[in-house]
């Protein structure tokens, strides 16, 4: 079975710049998950979606991210408009379970904001 | 609050069995997981505890006292590859998300 899928795994964007990040889950998880990783705040849960319904996003920095689950295996997580902080490890996880305490995570996405 | 904290650094040979700790305070509780990673990989899943005691998995062990707020991963028989990041997570029952520890590098030496 396909793990979960992320894409771009590298994107590198100027300043101001919209990104656009997607996440394939895995066939069947109804928990979706987006983190974000940097040397200095470790790994930061974003936002938590279960059945494609946003549950936590109190973890979005703020306005300039949002994300959505349109389907059960498909979102996005959407930086507009990018800044140089943003620059970090972003990855995508699913989950068989709600709340997802084992959790598959996708290879991940490095943003370079510059 | 809510936190977890673990160790910034562990060494040990290989060979050599390595404990690394965690505690949690959080405004709810519904298990301890533990994670890998190495450098410029994806978090792996490893174990879960819900209830308190140890949880075996071939090297790796997990164990939970609920009532200390405290849990540990224990890996015998080092290897070379063990070198990497490991996060313990707990499942906060408040808003049915986990929480990550900052990671405990493991350094394995020869």
């Known amino acids: 079975d396909a793990g979960v899928i992320q894409s771009p795994r590298h994107e590198v964007t100027e300043m101001g710049q919209e990104v656009t990040l997607r996440c394939k889950p895995i066939?069947?998880?109804?928990?979706l998950f987006w983190y974000r990783q940097t040397m200095m705040r470790g790994l930061e849960l974003l936002i938590y979606?279960?059945?494609?319904?946003?549950?936590?996003d109190s973890g979005m920095p703020e306005d300039r991210f949002s994300a959505k689950m349109p389907n059960a295996s498909f979102s996005t997580l959407k930086i507009q408009p990018s800044e140089p902080r943003d620059s970090a490890v972003y990855f995508c996880?699913?989950?068989?379970?709600?709340?997802?305490?084992?959790?598959?995570f996708g290879p991940g996405t490095r943003l370079t904001v510059t | 609050g809510q936190s977890l904290e673990q160790p910034s650094e562990v060494t040990a040979v290989e060979g050599a069995i390595v404990q690394i700790n965690c505690t949690y305070q959080t405004s709810g509780f519904y298990g301890l997981s533990w994670y890998q990673q190495h450098d410029g990989g994806a978090p792996t899943f490893l174990s879960y505890n819900a209830l308190d005691g140890l949880e075996e998995t071939g090297r790796f062990s997990s164990f939970l006292s609920r009532s200390d707020s405290y849990g540990y991963l224990l890996l015998q028989e080092l290897q070379m590859k063990d070198s990497a990041s490991y996060f313990c997570?707990?499942?906060?029952?408040?808003?049915?998300?986990?929480?990550f520890g900052a990671g405990t590098r493991l350094f394995v030496k020869a």
């Open positions: 066939s069947g998880h109804n928990s």
């Open positions: 996880a699913s989950s068989p379970l709600a709340g997802g305490y084992e959790q598959y």
């Open positions: 997570a707990v499942r906060d029952t408040g808003g049915f998300k986990t929480i």
């Open positions: 979606f279960n059945n494609n319904v946003p549950i936590d």
